[in-house]
C-alpha cells in the first residue's frame, strides 16, 4: 500500500504563487507515474496535472494548462506542484496519488489510499 503525505497549502491571495509537496512511500516510487488531483467544496475530485515515471512526460487538465508545473525528484520520492497566477476557482484540497502508467493516472486505478490532503486557499 502506497502512503502519501502531501504538504504547503495555504492561504494566497489571487495571482500569487504556492509550491505543493507530496512524498510517497511504501512503493517503488521511481517506476511509478505521480499525479495531482482536487476537491472543491461540494464538488468531485478532479485531475489536475500527471508526471511519468522519468519526469520527462506531463500533461495537464485544461483549466491549470500554463500556470501549473509537475515535476519529481525520485531521491527524494517527492513530487511537486508549482501554482503560478492562482486564481479563486483554484480554491480546494488538493491530493497526490500513484498509478503504474501516466495514460491511466487521470483515471486511476491508483495505488495509494487518499491521504489527508493539503488546503490551498485564493482569496479574490
Known amino acids: 500500500q502506497v502512503q502519501l503525505v502531501e504538504s504547503g497549502g495555504g492561504l494566497v491571495q489571487a495571482g500569487g504563487s504556492l509550491r505543493l509537496s507530496c512524498v510517497a512511500s511504501g512503493q517503488t516510487f521511481s517506476s511509478d507515474a505521480m499525479g495531482w488531483f482536487r476537491q472543491a467544496p461540494g464538488e468531485e475530485r478532479e485531475f489536475v496535472a500527471g508526471?511519468?515515471?522519468?519526469?520527462?512526460?506531463?500533461y495537464y487538465a485544461n483549466s491549470v494548462k500554463g500556470r501549473f508545473t509537475i515535476s519529481r525528484d525520485n531521491a527524494k520520492n517527492t513530487v511537486y506542484l508549482q501554482m503560478n497566477s492562482l486564481k479563486s476557482e483554484d480554491t480546494a484540497v488538493y491530493y497526490c496519488n500513484a498509478d503504474t502508467d501516466l495514460a491511466t493516472i487521470e483515471y486511476g486505478p491508483y495505488l495509494g489510499s487518499w491521504g489527508q490532503g493539503t488546503q490551498v486557499t485564493v482569496s479574490s
Open positions: 508526471i511519468n515515471w522519468r519526469g520527462d512526460s506531463t
